[in-house]
């Protein structure tokens, strides 16, 4: 039986973004499914070369956004 698996849903798993049910279709199909597991592994191993980045805002920009969210009602009211 042919699973019809997106990338993006392999991509899902691999970041562990699935619901349950997702995740073991995805299991399930990939240990029927050498070609859908060889995919995966491509995708997995072409996600370790990616660099790892991390990035944090400056602290002018946090305070900016604090001091505006102090001004701001949470909700605008409809005109």
């Known amino acids: 039986m042919k699973n019809n698996f997106t990338k993006q849903?392999?991509?899902k798993y691999l970041y562990h973004e699935t619901t349950n049910a997702e995740t073991l279709k995805v299991e399930e199909a990939m240990s029927d499914d050498w070609?859908?597991?060889e995919?995966?592994?491509n995708l997995?191993?072409?996600s370790r070369t990616l660099p790892k980045v991390t990035f944090s805002?400056?602290?002018t920009t946090i305070q900016n956004i604090l001091g505006y969210s102090r001004e701001k009602p949470a909700i605008e009211p409809y005109v």
Do not use: A, N, Y
Request: glycine share 0%; net charge negative.
């Open 44 to 46: 997995e191993r072409s």
């Open 9 to 11: 849903l392999l991509v």
């Open 57 to 59: 805002p400056k602290s």
């Open 35 to 37: 070609e859908l597991q």
């Open 39 to 41: 995919l995966f592994e």
